[in-house]
């Protein structure tokens, strides 16, 4: 399973990129705003960094809902760098995009994913990636990875190639469970990939080992 992180902030991902795990990123309009990035230049040069950080994915979202929109931003968005991926929603606008851009070699991630209709639409289409949002769909009382569950067995029994890119990942757990439900990629926050690391027996452990250490 590829681990993306979802973010942009660039020391975030800097920490994540030196772990040496990291395969991508995602970012989306919020998460550009939260890092203050504004105006179109700010926009493409803060993708462009990004790009120089990490070898890997990074998903750069449209901000346009019509179709002649949606390509005129994808297209220039993947001009910027090989490692771009246009993220566009999930709507009719944006799967007629999907189709075109798939058809003329740029990679897609179809986002805004909350039922296994759509991500069948997604596949057809040819999407790279399509990102269900885990975390929002257990906020409104549904089960997140059920979902995920359920259109990686659609997936399987129709042999769709588009990757399942689990998103909206809240903790440590969400990651675990994409893994096991055949998610193919997990993007994540930083703190819940931390979060993989901790159990307090290692700690106990490496305090004990540390401890004795003195006494070799
Ligand atoms: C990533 O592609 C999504 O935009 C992101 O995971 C959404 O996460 P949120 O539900 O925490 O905003």
């Known amino acids: 399973m590829k681990f993306f992180i979802d973010t942009a902030n660039l020391s975030q991902i800097k920490e994540a990129n ?9 970012t989306n309009p919020s998460l550009m705003a939260k890092e203050g990035i504004k105006g179109n230049d700010a926009v493409l040069n803060h993708y462009r960094a990004i790009c120089e950080i990490v070898e890997g994915d990074i998903s750069a979202e449209v901000i346009a809902t019509d179709y002649e929109g949606i390509l005129a931003e994808g297209k220039v968005l993947a001009a910027l760098h090989h490692n771009i991926v246009v993220k566009v929603p ?5 799967i007629k995009a999907i189709k075109w851009f798939t058809d003329n070699g740029i990679k897609t991630n179809c986002t805004l994913v909350f039922s ?21 769909v257990d906020d409104s009382g549904w089960d997140g990875m059920l979902l995920i ?7 399987a029994v129709q042999g769709y190639k ?3 890119l689990a998103a ?11 893994a096991e439900a055949g998610a193919q990629v997990i993007t994540s926050p930083l703190e819940p990939i931390l979060g993989l690391l901790k159990h307090p027996l290692t700690d106990i452990g490496l305090a004990k080992f540390l ?3 003195k006494k070799m």
């Open 18 to 26: 030196e772990l040496g795990i990291l395969d991508g990123v995602t």
């Open 168 to 178: 909206s990942i809240r903790n440590a757990n969400h990651i675990i469970q994409c």
């Open 149 to 155: 569950r359920q259109i990686a067995n659609i997936f």
């Open 162 to 164: 588009t990757q399942i």
């Open 90 to 94: 999930m709507i009719k606008d944006g």
């Open 116 to 136: 296994a209709g759509q991500a069948i639409l997604a596949a057809k289409a040819g999407a790279t990636y399509l990102s269900p949002f885990i975390g929002r």
């Open 211 to 213: 401890e004795d250490a």
